[in-house]
Structure formats: C-alpha cells, structure tokens
C-alpha cells in the first residue's frame, strides 16, 4: 500500500526522544520494510489548536499541502489523536482524496466533554474517531474508550513491539563498560526516563530510594541512570545524598547505542507510573535484562511476570522487595534475564504485531476501491 503518514504529536525528524517518537519511528520503518509506501506529510504544530485561530490559516494552508503530497495515496494514517492534540487533518483530507482513514493511538474520555476548557479540543478529537475507518489501539486503556464509541469491529488492540534486531545482548560493550564502571561483579541495576517534572522523575527516585534502602541493608548494587532533562540535576544530587560513588549518570545515549548500555547491566528496574505502554521495558529485556515494574497501567502487558521480570502493586516497598529478590538470587535473575529476550520476541517484535493491523488496512483499501 501507499501510506500517507501524518503525526500531530511530533514530526518523526523531532529532536528530544519520547516514547510518541520512539513509537511513530519504529511504526514507520516496520511498514517500510514491510514493503509499503510510507508518504510523511508535512508537520504542523496541532497541540491545543482549538485555543489558538491565529494557527487556523496556516493550518488550512498545511492541509491543502497534505491534501497534494497525499494523492495517489492508498489510504491515511494518524499516528495520536486526543483531546490536547485531536487529528484535525485525517478526517478533512481523506474525505476530500475519498480514501480510508485510520488512527493508530486514539484517547477518548467523556470527562473531557464535560469541561469548557477541554469541550473543543474533545469534540474535535471525539470528531476523528467516528471518522476513522478503524482505530488501532497499543495501549490497553484507550480500549475502553473506543468502546464507549464504536462497534467492536471499528477498533483493535495492537501489541506494542520493538523493531527485529534493534536491540540484543552486546558482550563485548558489556566488558568495556563495566571496566569503566570499575564495578567488577557488583550488579549493576540500569533505568532510565526523560528527567523531566511529574511521573519520569518521581519513578527514578523510586528507584534511587530504594537502591539506598537496599545498599542499608548491606545488598551490593550500583546504578546506573541514562537520561537527561531538566531535573537532572535534582535527581542526580537526590542521588549523590543517598547512594554517593554508587551512582552512574552516563547521559542521554542514542537509541542506537543503548542496547549496549543495557547489556552492561543485572537488572532493569522502574516503576512505570502512568507508563502507558512501556516500550523501554521491551528494550530491555532484548537485551537480556530481567525487568522490575509496578502494575500501574502499561508494564503488565509487555512484562511476563515471574518469567521475564517482576510486576509489583504500586507500592515502593513491594518494588524495593521484587529488586531485593534479582539482586541477591543470581540464578533466579539469570534464569529471567535468559527468558525475556525470547518472550519479547514471541509475542513484541514489531513486524509481527503490526501484521494483522495492515491486513485491517488493506481490507478495508480494497473494499473502498470497489465501491
């Protein structure tokens, strides 16, 4: 198929990682090289645009240049539409091109339509969803939504995966590391997050806190915390204070290389909260890393507990005990780490979960053309 690819979110060229990038990049090149035409249309900054008219004429003026790009296109796809970012362009263009539209990633909440601030930007949204061919949904929660709005058939869960062979186990990157490290066969607990304020920063003093409660009782670890942003300062002095010399901040690492940061690591461990999918879940446990999370929202469905890693409640003591339990039982922690990269293969590696959402596609192509 010819795909016109459209994302309100973020252009997929966008300079700071998140987990919306890091999905719509793996979505595309997992359709390319599946064969499809992938058509990238251009990027327009859609967040909040009900609040903001003086963005409606060059709005319009995006469209009409979609509009162009995208003729000849077999179908249109969204990658995101909610309340703060409703995909305005899918339901005008395809409607002109008269080709099927498809959202992947859509939230509806009726809360939303309740409030004069959120009122526009739902309806908009709410718009998008009843126009959309189909809806495809990687995170469990947006099911719900879809069905407070659709029949059944118009909408499917899609597991979320991580591109074959983008990550694996890198022995020899694990030897230099841990020389560099110095830590010799100390284990090595590795997280990460974008260091910014709410849920990412408080997941990573979940985990400093209790590497601190674990060091107190004697259990060896150091930690090793990828990322950057604006709280980083604040969370490494939060972890100078209680793990002094046993804290490692190596930065930002490209997406390329943190296969093998990860590699160099024992176990994985973050908390996940509000974590909606948990894609860093999967690259970890590529890599052969037992993974430590709670069951807030997205990491039970990426993480086979107590056979890749461990899924807690939402508890910082229950989080501290699942570590406590990878740190000092070396052959329960090599049994899972051996088991994750074979369970993230199985079941979330994105050519295989992507499959059956482009015959949805495909179907639904081919029925539009003989009508």
């Not at 700071?16 to 249309?41: N, P, Q, Y």
């Not at 930002?252 to 996940?272: I, K, M, N, Q, T």
């Amino acid at each position: 198929m010819k795909i016109a690819f459209c994302t309100p979110f973020k252009p997929l060229s966008h300079p700071r990682i998140s987990g919306d990038v890091t999905i719509a990049r793996d979505l595309f090149k997992t359709l390319t090289e599946s064969g499809h035409e992938m058509v990238v249309l251009p990027f327009f900054p859609a967040k909040q645009i009900d609040r903001k008219p003086w963005l409606w004429p060059e709005a319009a003026r995006t469209l009409r240049n979609m509009i162009e790009l995208a003729r000849g296109a077999d179908c249109w796809l969204t990658y995101g539409s909610y309340y703060k970012v409703p995909d305005v362009f899918g339901p005008a263009a395809t409607k002109r091109l008269g080709i099927p539209y498809f959202l992947f990633q859509a939230s509806y909440a009726e809360k939303r339509g309740q409030r004069l601030a959120t009122w526009a930007g739902y309806r908009l949204n709410r718009r998008a969803m009843l126009r959309a061919d189909h809806i495809f949904c990687n995170r469990v929660n947006d099911l719900k939504g879809c069905a407070k709005l659709l029949p059944n058939e118009r909408y499917s869960h899609v597991k979320p995966g991580v591109p074959d062979g983008l990550f694996q186990r890198d022995e020899e990157t694990r030897r230099r590391l841990r020389e560099e490290w110095r830590v010799g066969d100390t284990p090595v607990v590795m997280t990460t997050a974008m260091m910014r304020p709410g849920v990412k920063s408080e997941g990573l003093r979940w985990v400093i806190e209790s590497c601190a409660e674990l060091l107190r009782k004697g259990i060896d670890l150091k930690l090793v915390v990828v990322g950057d942003g604006p709280k980083r300062g604040e969370i490494e002095a939060l972890a100078a204070r209680m793990l002094g010399e046993r804290a490692v901040f190596p930065g930002l690492v490209d997406r390329a290389e943190l296969g093998g940061v990860f590699s160099a690591g024992d176990v994985f461990a973050f908390p996940g909260l509000e974590e909606s999918v948990g894609m860093v879940y999967l690259e970890a446990q590529l890599c052969g890393l037992p993974v430590v999370a709670t069951d807030d929202e997205g990491a039970p469905h990426v993480i086979a507990h107590g056979q890749s890693g461990l899924v807690t409640p939402v508890d910082k003591q229950a989080f501290t005990d699942a570590m406590e339990r990878l740190l000092t039982d070396p052959a329960f922690r090599n049994e899972l780490g051996g088991q994750a990269a074979g369970y993230v293969k199985q079941h979330h590696i994105s050519g295989n979960s992507y499959r059956e959402m482009t015959d949805i596609m495909e179907r639904a192509t081919t029925a539009r053309r003989h009508i």
